[in-house]
């Protein structure tokens, strides 16, 4: 797989992770294929491909056409929260990359993590409020917090809280392989052509092997 195309598939998981982010804050619901693929990520510690963080190119389909569209038109009146929640994502997880105790803490907590994902399963209400809890010990101890906004109802309850918070910190792991395969906010602006080619490619290809 190419360079581009292994960037499009990791910002497809941020651009996905904030598209849920934004639905249960609003809606109180998301698929829930894409929580557990967003679960799953955080747990894939050393993978091996890309593709792999996600458990296949295909459980980031959703965010791939997301990704297409705001590529395109850089903006669009159904994702305003959306961008924003990546771009937030995107600062928040540069800030955490300078800070080695809490990637430390966080690694060595996602391990136990996984032990009680494979106990119950990766969408469990108890999964869900710990790795909730791992992100408000680390990632919400930064200066600059992620604002959500939604529906009051569904924020004030503790189960949705979680999944939101979830959602982010899978954010975060995709933001991260971003990172790690030389992606940067200035590959959104001068290297957006190449990322929208990427994208465009790999979701014709998903869409012709599903048919």
Same mark, same amino acid.
């Given at each position: 797989?190419?360079?581009?195309?292994?960037?499009?598939?990791?910002?497809?998981?941020?651009?996905?992770?904030?598209?849920?982010?934004?639905?249960?804050?609003?809606?109180?619901?998301?698929?829930?294929?894409?929580?557990?693929?967003?679960?799953?990520?955080?747990?894939?510690?050393?993978?091996?491909?890309?593709?792999?963080?996600?458990?296949?190119?295909?459980?980031?389909?959703?965010?791939?056409?997301?990704?297409?569209?705001?590529?395109?038109?850089?903006?669009?009146?159904?994702?305003?929260?959306? %961008?924003?929640?990546? +771009?937030?994502?995107?600062? $928040?997880?540069?800030?955490?990359?300078? !800070?080695?105790? &809490?990637? #430390?803490?966080?690694?060595?907590?996602?391990?136990?993590?996984?032990?009680?994902?494979?106990?119950?399963?990766?969408?469990?209400?108890?999964?869900?409020?710990?790795?909730?809890?791992?992100?408000?010990?680390?990632?919400?101890?930064?200066?600059?917090?992620?604002?959500?906004?939604?529906?009051?109802?569904?924020?004030?309850?503790?189960?949705?809280?979680?999944?939101?918070?979830?959602?982010?910190?899978?954010?975060?792991?995709?933001?991260? %392989?971003?990172?790690? +395969?030389?992606?940067?906010? $200035?590959?959104?602006?001068?290297?957006? !052509?190449?990322? &929208?080619? #990427?994208?465009?490619?790999?979701?014709?290809?998903?869409?012709?092997?599903?048919?």
């Amino acid at each position: 797989m190419s360079k581009w195309r292994e960037q499009a598939l990791a910002l497809a998981g941020v651009f996905q992770s904030a598209v849920l982010v934004e639905r249960l804050a609003k809606t109180g619901t998301a698929p829930q294929e894409e929580l557990e693929t967003a679960v799953y990520s955080l747990f894939q510690l050393n993978p091996e491909r890309t593709e792999d963080v996600f458990g296949g190119a295909d459980k980031v389909l959703p965010g791939l056409k997301v990704a297409r569209q705001l590529l395109r038109t850089r903006r669009h009146p159904e994702y305003t929260d959306c %961008l924003r929640y990546v +771009l937030s994502v995107l600062y $928040l997880q540069r800030q955490l990359s300078k !800070k080695n105790d &809490l990637l #430390a803490i966080i690694g060595s907590r996602l391990e136990k993590a996984k032990v009680q994902a494979e106990h119950f399963s990766s969408t469990h209400e108890n999964v869900f409020s710990n790795l909730a809890s791992i992100y408000s010990d680390t990632l919400s101890t930064f200066r600059f917090r992620i604002q959500v906004l939604g529906d009051f109802n569904y924020l004030q309850q503790q189960r949705i809280a979680n999944q939101i918070r979830t959602m982010l910190f899978a954010g975060v792991r995709a933001a991260t %392989l971003w990172r790690q +395969l030389g992606g940067s906010r $200035l590959h959104l602006i001068f290297q957006r !052509k190449k990322l &929208l080619a #990427a994208t465009e490619d790999l979701i014709a290809q998903l869409e012709s092997s599903n048919t």
